[in-house]
């Protein structure tokens, strides 16, 4: 039974450049959540999404952050015109019920370096 | 704005003692607690949930919520070296989406 899956588990990026992320979650679970890990920091809750719906994007930063979850596909969680500040560890977690009723699972993660 | 508060620590203790991590929340309205266990450079993974006040025990953790104090604390028994790692100590507010994280105890078993 496949656990969460992201890729890449690493990703190096020049200033402005885009950054796009993916995350199959496991067999059986609808909901995605993205998290952000800075360095020596907590998980900050980013994104949460269903197929094909995003449910609460009260985490995301206004501006040059998008996510999407399609009908067929992984979510992607796309960064567009990357900073240094943008440089982090991306987590997606999955769960199987609404509003993460149930525990969510992450995934390996995705380490992002904005040169 | 919800928070979760945990010591930074670190924490050491010696291998065969009981780990005491302790975690406390702002928000009244919690409702779930999850205690996750993240190793340097990889992605949290989840030791166990509580829902009620009292205790949860499974194997060699227990968890211990006790909500009018608005506290939830995790003990592991018979520490390991491997128990080495970050203790991440999680809330999911009633109608929330998400969990809220504290920032984490570092956690040292000394063999």
């Known amino acids: 039974n496949a656990g969460v899956m992201q890729n890449p588990r690493h990703l190096v990026r020049r200033r402005g450049q885009e950054a796009r992320l993916r995350c199959s979650p496991m067999?059986?679970?609808?909901?995605v959540y993205w998290y952000r890990q800075l360095p020596e920091e907590g998980l900050k809750f980013m994104v949460y999404?269903?197929?094909?719906?995003?449910?609460?994007e009260s985490g995301m930063p206004k501006e040059r952050f998008s996510a999407e979850f399609p009908k067929e596909g992984p979510s992607i969680l796309r960064i567009q015109q990357v900073v240094r500040g943008d440089s982090a560890a991306y987590f997606c977690?999955?769960?199987?019920?609404?509003?993460?009723?149930?525990?969510?699972?992450f995934g390996p993660g995705t380490r992002l370096t904005v040169l | 704005q919800k928070e979760v508060e945990q010591n930074s620590g670190p924490l050491s203790v010696p291998e065969g003692a009981i780990a005491s991590l302790n975690c406390t929340y702002s928000?009244?309205?919690?409702?779930?607690f999850f205690w996750y266990r993240q190793y340097s450079g990889k992605s949290p993974e989840l030791i166990m949930f509580?829902?009620?006040?009292g205790d949860k025990e499974d194997g060699r953790f227990t968890a211990q919520l006790n909500k009018a104090s608005q506290y939830v604390s995790l003990l592991i028994r018979d520490s390991q070296p491997s128990d080495s790692a970050t203790y991440l100590c999680?809330?999911?507010?009633?109608?929330?989406?998400?969990?809220?994280f504290g920032t984490g105890t570092r956690l040292t078993v000394i063999p």
């Open positions: 999404l269903q197929k094909e719906n995003i449910i609460d």
């Open positions: 977690a999955s769960s199987p019920l609404r509003g993460g009723t149930n525990e969510q699972f």
């Open positions: 067999k059986g679970h609808s909901h």
């Open positions: 999680a809330v999911k507010s009633s109608g929330a989406n998400n969990l809220f």
């Open positions: 509580i829902y009620s006040n």
């Open positions: 928000d009244r309205g919690s409702q779930s």
